[in-house]
Every structure is written in C-alpha cells, then in structure tokens.
C-alpha cells in the first residue's frame, strides 16, 4: 500500500521569501508523484507530476519539486513567494488497487499563507 | 473549453433525505473519481468507474451510490444511511486508470450541508 505524508499543515512564509513544502512517500513500487493546489471553494489544479523521468520536475508558478529515492521524498519549492500563492497544497502518490487500476493517494495538506 | 462541472456548488439536506451530486465531463476521459474532503484529512476516494457501466468501490463507500451510464457522467447520490455527509465533494477525471498512468482533473467541487 502506498502512503503520503506532508510534514506540517500549516506554514507561513513572508513575501519573497523560499516555499518549501514537505512530502515523504511510502510506496512498495516505483511511485508517480504530484502535487495539487487548492485555492478556497475551488477544486485541485495539477501543478506538477514525476513519473520516473528527470529527478527535478518543474511546474506552473514557478513551483518545483525533486524526487529523492533514497530518502522517499519529493518536497515542493519556490524560490520566490507571491501573495497570489496563499492555497492549500496536497501531496499525492499513484497506487495500484487490486483491480489493477491506479489510484490516488493523498497527503493530509499543507496551508500556506503569505505575509506581507 | 474541455473540463469538469459539477453541480449544484452548494446543497442543503435534512437528515433522512437522498441528495444526487452531480458530475459531467467533456474530456472524453474513460474514468472518473468521487472524492471527500474533509478539512485536515485531504481527500479520500468514495467510487471510481473506468468505464461506462462499470464502478467499484474506494475506502469510504458505506452510505453513498454512484451510476456510470454513459462516458461523460457519473452522479454520486448521498444516501440517508451516510452518518455523516457534511462535506466538500469534489468529482475527477482521467483519460485512463489503468498501467500507464495520466493525472486526474478536478471539477470545482459541491459542498454539502445537512440541516
């Protein structure tokens, strides 16, 4: 079974400053990865995926994320936040149920708020 | 434009009643996913259909039902016998749910209130 784990659900960064967002997986198979954003009432947005390609994967926004095998994490970075970047942020992994089909799991979620 | 709709954005229940969420999607996509989400508990899969008239069950299937007679529709009914409905439910799609992997896509999610 696969598992997603994001350290800290909430994190507050000024304006500016790095975003770092942590996510740790459990998987007994090679993982697909992504992260999602959520803004308040809407639905998640892809914004970006690893799937066994390049280590370093880049997304929308400026956001991206490098997949660490030996320490089983793929943590979520920008080096410059923006007030427009203020959502909740939900790590997932891809599983394979027992009808063969692949499904998500997902994180608990990360809050991140903004200061000016 | 191709994407998810889902409807109504908001729905109110009394206790006792049966409410049909609904979800339609233009992408041609073979499967679709219901979600919950619950604030702190991230998103937990209630059904997902590969195919049309085909659906199986997620990890918190007790008290909801689903139907897949056709391709871009899969309405997810809330029945009385779900304790706890109160929530935000959030309907996805991706081109295919099998080996070769391809993200989902959401729709903008009914938030649920029982009275």
């Known amino acids: 079974a696969q598992s997603v784990t994001q350290l800290g659900s909430h994190v507050s960064v000024s304006e500016g400053a790095l975003v770092l967002l942590r996510c740790n997986y459990s998987s007994s198979v090679p993982p697909y990865l992504f992260w999602y954003v959520q803004y308040p009432n809407q639905g998640l947005q892809l914004l970006l995926k690893y799937t066994s390609a390049a280590t370093l994967v880049k997304g929308i926004n400026g956001f991206e994320a490098e997949f660490k095998k030996s320490e089983t994490s793929f943590h979520l970075t920008k080096p410059s936040a923006h007030m427009s970047d203020a959502a909740e942020y939900f790590c997932a992994v891809s599983s394979i149920s027992s009808g063969s089909a692949r499904q998500l799991t997902f994180g608990s979620g990360t809050q991140l708020t903004v200061l000016p | 434009d191709g994407g998810i709709t889902q409807s109504p954005k908001y729905l109110f229940r009394k206790e006792g009643q049966n409410v049909t969420l609904s979800c339609e999607q233009n992408l041609n996509h073979d499967a679709m996913y219901w979600y919950r989400q619950d604030p702190g508990q991230g998103l937990r899969l209630i059904y997902y259909s590969q195919i049309v008239n085909d659906f199986q069950k997620g990890d918190i299937a007790e008290g909801y039902s689903v139907s897949r007679e056709k391709k871009e529709s899969f309405p997810l009914t809330v029945t009385s016998a779900q304790k706890n409905p109160t929530a935000f439910y959030l309907c996805?799609?991706?081109?295919?749910?099998?080996?070769?992997?391809?993200?989902?896509?959401f729709g903008p999610g009914t938030r649920l209130t029982v009275l």
């Open positions: 996805a799609s991706s081109r295919s749910s099998g080996v070769f992997y391809n993200e989902q896509f």
